[in-house]
């Protein structure tokens, strides 16, 4: 055997190599994590307003997620929810993203049943009014 052969099946192998991964890398998702993206760009400054509503409470609300698929929600300081919604978010796949909306009440603790979450990360997203001001809080949660 010479070095030609080889150099030739090593350049060949190198290749196929490549084109494997070209062809894995186009088949991925590789979608916006909203896909109003920029229109949520352009509304930044009313979310920071929020947040440091958020910041100012003395009890922040508290999100948990038991057995994977109940979403509780403890409101010590909040004495009614006007409106609110909560957007529970998996950056890997927007398919596994859900949305839930508030319930206008007085009680301190809110549950919700969720479609069975797979193991990963989640980014859980409250928004609601209370008393005419905004709040807004995001937690990471992993399953």
């Not at 930044?44 to 922040?60: D, S």
């Not at 193991?119 to 997203?125: E, T």
């Amino acid at each position: 055997m010479n070095w030609g052969k080889w150099i030739v099946v090593a350049f060949v192998l190198f290749i196929s190599f490549m084109a494997v991964m070209i062809t894995i890398m186009m088949k991925q998702d590789i979608g916006l994590v909203t896909p109003n993206y920029y229109a949520e760009d352009l509304a930044f400054q009313n979310k920071l307003e929020q947040k440091q509503n958020t910041e100012q409470l003395e009890l922040k609300p508290e999100i948990v997620i038991e057995q994977s698929q109940v979403l509780k929600v403890y409101f010590p300081e909040v004495s009614f929810i006007e409106e609110g919604e909560i957007k529970v978010t998996r950056p890997s796949s927007e398919k596994l993203d859900q949305q839930i909306k508030l319930h206008a009440s007085a009680d301190s603790v809110q549950v919700f049943n969720l479609r069975p979450l797979s193991p990963g990360p989640y980014r859980v997203k409250m928004l609601w009014k209370t008393e005419g001001k905004e709040f807004y809080l995001e937690k990471l949660i992993v399953i």
